[in-house]
């Protein structure tokens, strides 16, 4: 997998200032969840226990922290979903070949799974509502905590950075569709409440759309490029949507004062325009996709002030983005159709924008 390819992976390693302590001989150990036999003590309940971790004797520089594996990955295909599970639990197998102290290890499936790793690094179930297996064709985001010690901080970042790579390129043969699968998530990521991805057919094109726009509701009714009436035709339109393979739909929600608060519109849509761009550098700093095609919301405010009021031809054309409703799409069908909700409550205005692609 190319370093392009693997940057956009949603996970982390986090480094946070942990509580630790030396034992003595003849010093009885409570630590949360220790797994050390020498440490258990049968007649101190789980309620009683401390919250510290105990760790063996350090030398100079040697980690003994909080290792955070946070993988927000939402995924809907297994391999994927396979590929992080093996992940941690490599982590941890190397850990132990390493002669270092796993203190515990914790993790949590969208609220409802629960599981562990044994000590052959292999994930099983702790709780479940519904059934490990039944959970895995799902899409869900996967977190896990482990308290590590013995092993220096650089060595472990480094081995966890080949181990993911190594993970998915083993599990997921298909890098460039693992990739688009973690879009979702790298929206979410840069401030998106809901993402989908669509298949392009799924798109329905509205003529009546134009005639709103010509009612200049927004007040850029032939003042903007990249506005009706200096746009193509729907039908134009739509011809150039149709060749993408599919689109990246996500939206943004804004709380406001009360049903008349215009100017809190305005700046979710402000707000929301920077999420976009946000995500459309991304999406153009991958190798992955041939052509884009980004959709926003409301008119090109790129500029400030567009050139078309100065009778000038656009300043920055790689940057002007149309709008969803220029093209004539019915966007509330498009996120009926991928289960993204329309209205998220009272008070609240919901931004949205298309980002089609082609491999």
């Not at 034992?23 to 226990?49: D, F, I, M, V, Y």
């Not at 390129?169 to 998530?185: F, G, H, N, R, Y």
Request: glycine share 6%; net charge negative; proline share 4%.
């Amino acid at each position: 997998m190319s370093e392009s390819k693997h940057e956009h992976h949603q996970h982390s390693h986090k480094w946070e200032d942990g509580e630790s302590h030396n034992l003595q001989h003849g010093h009885e150990c409570k630590c949360e969840n220790c797994h050390r036999p020498e440490h258990r003590n049968e007649n101190t309940s789980q309620e009683n226990a401390s919250k510290k971790v105990c760790a063996p004797d350090q030398e100079p520089g040697i980690f003994s922290e909080k290792y955070e594996l946070v993988l927000s990955q939402e995924s809907s295909l297994l391999p994927v979903q396979e590929a992080l599970l093996r992940w941690v639990g490599e982590i941890l197998q190397w850990v132990k070949n390493k002669q270092g102290f796993v203190g515990h290890i914790k993790g949590f499936i969208e609220g409802k799974e629960h599981f562990w790793f044994s000590s052959t690094g292999k994930a099983v179930t702790a709780k479940s509502s519904s059934g490990w297996n039944e959970g895995l064709d799902q899409t869900f985001t996967i977190n896990a905590t482990a308290i590590i010690f013995g092993i220096r901080k650089e060595e472990l970042d480094e081995y966890a950075e080949q181990c993911l790579e190594t993970c998915i390129a083993e599990q997921c043969p298909d890098s460039t569709l693992v990739q688009i699968d973690l879009l979702c998530s790298l929206a979410k990521s840069l401030g998106a409440a809901h993402a989908a991805l669509i298949a392009v057919d799924s798109i329905k094109f509205n003529h009546d759309f134009r005639k709103q726009c010509e009612q200049n509701t927004c007040g850029s009714y032939d003042k903007n490029w990249m506005c009706p009436p200096n746009m193509p035709s729907i039908d134009e339109l739509r011809d150039k949507v149709l060749p993408y393979d599919r689109g990246l739909l996500f939206q943004t929600v804004y709380q406001l004062k009360n049903s008349f608060d215009w100017r809190g519109v305005q700046q979710a849509v402000v707000e929301h325009t920077q999420v976009f761009r946000k995500v459309l550098a991304e999406l153009r700093s991958m190798k992955n996709f041939l052509n884009l095609l980004p959709l926003n919301v409301g008119p090109c405010t790129y500029c400030g002030r567009c050139s078309f009021l100065d009778g000038e031809e656009c300043r920055f054309p790689e940057e002007a983005i149309p709008s969803v409703e220029a093209y004539g799409i019915d966007v509330m069908a498009l996120e009926k159709s991928c289960g993204m909700p329309y209205y998220n409550g009272k008070d609240t205005v919901s931004c949205v924008s298309l980002i089609l692609f082609r491999f």
